[in-house]
């Protein structure tokens, strides 16, 4: 939770058409049967290179990247070798209108409606969220303004946890490099949280806020700039998503926050019953329970296909003896 000045409660100037991809941001959504968006990608270690290195390279967050990679070396990772870059995702289960922010997988998903015969496109952006007792709310907002070079008045519970190990905040950090809000934010209609910005790109995608959203620099000013007033947010906590993909069905497996009490045995029971639901009206369907099992247990955060639509038997003809 933070205050911030320099508020501007304006109705933010909408820049139609499709932003910069540079790093997989905007995808397509032909119609409402599009669940899975995005593809893989992979990039190769170069000297004194750390994970956390390459997430901020190819604008990933840190967990993202970590969890597609169990069997690199986070700090260490050995020259040349190759590192998977999970841009592949599943849309959330949920209304795909203004923005959605999925705690547990620490990315934000913003939709911008067709526009004349155009289709729908979703922004996914990685995010950090809160930590501990300062836990990201799940609750529906809306925005209702921004502000360019925000001041910061660290609240006192705030001032103490950093006196506690020796680090004197002021009351008041002035806009510029060394405030943490970064240059933009957006001002939510639920007190003390905002979407913003950083000063530093390297903590993307941890629990590392008190509450608020925090974005790469490039990610919240397109965010600012695309998000009237008004636009709606959603947050969220889905360990796990179920989507189609060309008759094939996807599941996707995020290991819970910190702070969350899920445990394996409750995803599983989640997972088994989305399933059943998703597939109980198509007796074609033919799931991988093993790689179901397995999905589930590595918890990887990328995309993989249990299942898929088989092609219903068609009765032949016969001799008429």
């Known amino acids: 939770m933070i205050k911030v000045r320099n508020i501007l409660f304006l109705t933010c100037i909408f820049f139609g058409g499709t932003a910069s991809a540079e790093f997989e941001r905007w995808y397509s959504i032909p119609n409402a049967d599009t669940d899975v968006v995005g593809s893989n990608r992979e990039a190769v270690v170069e000297v004194d290179d750390t994970l956390i290195d390459i997430a901020a390279r190819y604008g990933l967050g840190y967990n993202l990247i970590r969890s597609a990679n169990p069997e690199v070396d986070a ?17 959330p289960g949920v209304s795909r209108e203004g923005i959605v922010i999925n705690v547990a997988e620490m990315r934000l998903y913003h939709y911008l409606p067709a526009q004349g015969s155009g289709n729908t496109s ?6 950090s969220v809160g930590r501990g007792q300062w836990a990201t709310p799940i609750t529906k907002a809306k925005v ?24 004197v905040l002021p009351r008041q950090v002035p806009a510029g490099p060394d405030n943490p809000l970064g240059r933009y934010i ?29 974005m790469y620099p490039e990610d919240i000013e397109q965010l600012v700039r695309l998000s009237p007033n008004n636009t709606p947010v959603t947050i969220i906590n889905q360990v796990f998503k179920l989507g189609w993909l060309d008759q094939q069905l996807y599941l996707e497996v995020h290991k819970p926050l ?15 019953e989305a399933v059943v639901r ?9 799931i991988d329970w093993e790689k179901l099992e397995a999905v589930i247990s590595a918890a990887s955060g990328v995309p993989e296909m249990i299942g898929y639509k088989a092609a219903p038997v068609m009765a032949t003809g016969g001799d008429g003896v």
């Open 75 to 91: 700090w260490l990772p050995a020259e040349g070798e190759t590192v998977r870059l999970p841009f592949q995702t599943i849309l």
């Open 122 to 127: 979703v922004a996914i952006y990685p995010i």
């Open 144 to 167: 209702t303004g921004r502000a360019e070079d925000p001041i910061w008045y660290p609240p006192e519970s705030i001032r103490l946890e950093h006196a506690a190990r020796g680090d």
């Open 186 to 214: 957006l001002v939510l209609d639920i007190p003390s949280y905002f979407i913003h910005g950083t000063n530093k790109r390297f903590g993307i995608g941890m629990q590392v806020t008190h509450g608020c959203v925090r």
């Open 258 to 272: 910190d702070a969350d009490d899920q445990n394996q045995s409750d995803i599983r029971m989640g997972v088994n």
């Open 278 to 286: 998703e597939t109980k009206y198509q007796l074609e369907t033919v």
